[in-house]
């Protein structure tokens, strides 16, 4: 099979290599790819929203599959822009179609989903412009801290959580009023903050079945002891602790029967990811959001624990056969530690020369932001490699990825030395 998987990050070399691996595959390409995905497949020089150019390179390369890595080009509807055109309509794209991709595309899209089919998760409403005022009044109601949303896409920093009530009040109106996130905060959702340990469960479904794919726990802040400003993720780790097997059912039998059965009630058809962001509270989980595909960097520890065959498993996506398909995962644990430009999450430069990469041992590195120039690997974004290694225990594994961290450099390069530290004594 020949198979274009749309994206840049370290999910999608996660993915490149992974599939690379599979005796179905015929051909891999990447649209548009980094250094890294450059070395298990062919980059293509696309925009993954520039659906045009993607149709030009599925009809050209043979493409038999779309493996669509990021939110962007599924709430803008690339699914739905294969199935409406003749060319495309019998190559099967993993991702959902423009109405699932809403449960990420709008946070009040998702509540009032959760809501609808008794998804356990935090008490919400959702204000605009124009209800400003009572959108403070309900912060009155609320006990801090207090959790704004931007109800849009907003690339993972459209989230506020505030100590005060005259501070969550002010940047309440700052959203609203002074389009802080752009158009993504021309609605905002207030939430009830939850508190607990936060961690990631994800599913692949193909709207019939579904497959739990491992727990995950990543780490947003750039500072050690999650201080600082949020990122994209700067590390991650699977499985999570304390995500026993108690819990574990808990969220199957709460939370993903009645997302995946839900979304059949309400006439979605569901092919994909689906990344489910939770609180573990007292042993019990509550839904922070949904993202509709998988999350950057814990695909980068889920994906390599997957023993099975990643290109059969979306074969099954697209046949809805999955509930045929075999799914074996390792038991070893695996850390993933993001490295990232200096100046990251704020204003950082790109084009830093990355050198040592050839010296790394029994630890893969995912390209995130990374381009070839020449002869040579350089930066080209804020997040820059992710260092993942597998082990018999977290710590072996870390220890592995700092290792070989050691060995690679690029001027000005950071990343956090405690990923996993408020896990090791649970």
Same mark, same amino acid.
């Given at each position: 099979?020949?198979?274009?998987?749309?994206?840049?990050?370290?999910?999608?070399?996660?993915?490149?290599?992974?599939?690379?691996?599979?005796?179905?595959?015929?051909?891999?390409?990447?649209?548009?790819?980094?250094?890294?995905?450059?070395?298990?497949?062919?980059?293509?020089?696309?925009?993954?929203?520039?659906?045009?150019?993607?149709?030009?390179?599925?009809?050209?390369?043979?493409?038999?599959?779309?493996?669509?890595?990021?939110?962007?080009?599924?709430?803008?509807?690339?699914?739905?822009?294969?199935?409406?055109?003749?060319?495309?309509? =019998?190559?099967? /794209?993993?991702?959902?179609?423009? #109405? !699932?991709? *809403? +449960?990420?595309?709008?946070?009040?899209?998702?509540? &009032?989903?959760?809501?609808?089919?008794?998804?356990?998760?935090?008490?919400?409403?959702?204000?605009?412009?124009?209800?400003?005022?009572?959108?403070?009044?309900?912060?009155?109601?609320?006990?801090?801290?207090?959790?704004?949303?931007?109800?849009?896409?907003?690339?993972?920093?459209?989230?506020?959580?505030?100590?005060?009530?005259?501070?969550?009040?002010?940047?309440?109106?700052?959203?609203?009023?002074?389009?802080?996130?752009?158009?993504?905060? =021309?609605?905002? /959702?207030?939430?009830?903050?939850? #508190? !607990?340990? *936060? +961690?990631?469960?994800?599913?692949?479904?193909?709207? &019939?079945?579904?497959?739990?794919?491992?727990?995950?726990?990543?780490?947003?802040?750039?500072?050690?002891?999650?201080?600082?400003?949020?990122?994209?993720?700067?590390?991650?780790?699977?499985?999570?602790?304390?995500?026993?097997?108690?819990?574990?059912?808990?969220?199957?039998?709460?939370?993903?029967?009645?997302?995946?059965?839900?979304?059949?009630?309400?006439?979605?058809?569901?092919?994909?990811?689906?990344?489910?962001?939770?609180?573990?509270?007292?042993?019990?989980?509550?839904?922070?959001?949904?993202?509709?595909?998988?999350?950057?960097?814990?695909?980068?520890?889920?994906?390599?624990?997957?023993?099975?065959?990643?290109?059969?498993?979306?074969?099954?996506?697209?046949?809805?056969?999955?509930?045929?398909?075999?799914?074996?995962?390792?038991?070893?644990?695996?850390?993933?530690?993001?490295?990232?430009?200096?100046?990251?999450?704020?204003?950082?430069?790109?084009?830093?020369?990355?050198?040592?990469?050839?010296?790394?041992?029994?630890?893969?590195?995912?390209?995130?932001?990374?381009?070839?120039?020449?002869?040579?690997?350089?930066?080209?974004?804020?997040?820059?490699?992710?260092?993942?290694?597998?082990?018999?225990?977290?710590?072996?594994?870390?220890?592995?990825?700092?290792?070989?961290?050691?060995?690679?450099?690029?001027?000005?390069?950071?990343?956090?030395?405690?990923?996993?530290?408020?896990?090791?004594?649970?």
């Amino acid at each position: 099979m020949n198979i274009l998987i749309l994206g840049s990050g370290g999910r999608e070399h996660a993915f490149a290599l992974k599939l690379s691996q599979s005796e179905k595959l015929s051909n891999l390409f990447v649209a548009p790819g980094n250094a890294g995905t450059a070395n298990c497949a062919t980059n293509l020089d696309i925009d993954p929203v520039d659906f045009a150019a993607v149709k030009a390179a599925v009809l050209e390369n043979k493409v038999d599959m779309v493996i669509v890595g990021p939110e962007a080009p599924l709430v803008a509807g690339v699914h739905d822009f294969f199935l409406q055109d003749d060319d495309l309509k =019998s190559i099967p /794209v993993v991702g959902p179609k423009k #109405d !699932g991709a *809403e +449960l990420e595309g709008s946070k009040e899209f998702s509540k &009032k989903f959760m809501k609808r089919h008794a998804v356990p998760t935090a008490a919400y409403e959702a204000f605009t412009k124009e209800t400003l005022e009572q959108g403070k009044a309900f912060l009155e109601t609320l006990k801090a801290p207090y959790v704004l949303k931007a109800d849009g896409l907003a690339a993972g920093k459209g989230v506020l959580i505030l100590e005060t009530l005259e501070e969550a009040k002010e940047e309440l109106a700052d959203m609203l009023t002074n389009n802080k996130f752009g158009e993504a905060s =021309s609605k905002v /959702v207030i939430e009830e903050f939850l #508190d !607990g340990i *936060e +961690l990631s469960v994800f599913v692949l479904t193909d709207g &019939k079945s579904y497959k739990v794919l491992p727990s995950a726990k990543d780490y947003k802040r750039i500072g050690e002891g999650d201080t600082g400003l949020n990122t994209g993720g700067m590390g991650a780790i699977s499985p999570v602790p304390f995500a026993d097997e108690d819990f574990l059912s808990k969220v199957e039998e709460r939370v993903v029967i009645p997302t995946v059965e839900g979304l059949q009630k309400d006439g979605i058809d569901y092919r994909g990811f689906i990344f489910i962001g939770l609180m573990n509270i007292d042993g019990n989980p509550f839904v922070i959001e949904y993202n509709v595909r998988m999350g950057d960097p814990e695909t980068e520890v889920v994906i390599p624990r997957i023993e099975s065959d990643l290109l059969d498993l979306f074969e099954g996506v697209a046949s809805q056969t999955l509930d045929q398909k075999s799914f074996e995962l390792t038991s070893k644990t695996a850390t993933t530690v993001m490295t990232v430009a200096g100046g990251y999450p704020e204003a950082y430069e790109k084009g830093k020369v990355i050198t040592g990469l050839d010296a790394v041992e029994g630890t893969t590195v995912f390209h995130a932001g990374t381009k070839i120039n020449g002869d040579k690997v350089e930066t080209n974004g804020g997040r820059v490699m992710a260092f993942t290694s597998l082990g018999d225990t977290m710590e072996e594994a870390l220890e592995k990825s700092y290792k070989n961290i050691a060995k690679v450099s690029f001027e000005d390069m950071n990343y956090r030395k405690d990923i996993g530290f408020d896990l090791k004594n649970l």
